[in-house]
């Protein structure tokens, strides 16, 4: 077989890359730890204030769905 040169699998990794790379997942995953929290909450006292105001499934299940869409497209 002819002798072939390979590249390395991956570039040599700096400290501070690796530093970076950790904040940078600690970061997205504590931003997506208190939004999913928040949004828990917010629907939680939406179904106790629905519940309390009697108000029907449709008015329970609409607004939510709204808050969700707008949140996520803006």
Excluded at 21 to 26: E, H, V
Excluded at 39 to 50: E, K, N, S, T, V
Aim: proline share 5%.
């Amino acid at each position: 077989m002819a002798d072939t040169e390979t590249a390395p699998a991956t570039a040599p990794v700096t400290e501070e890359a690796f530093l970076a790379d950790r904040l940078s997942f600690w970061s997205f995953f504590t931003g997506m730890t208190t939004k999913t929290t928040v949004a828990l909450i917010a629907f939680c006292a939406w179904l106790w204030w629905c519940g309390v105001g009697g108000f029907s499934l449709p008015h329970v299940i609409v607004l939510p769905i709204a808050i969700a869409a707008i949140y996520y497209f803006v």
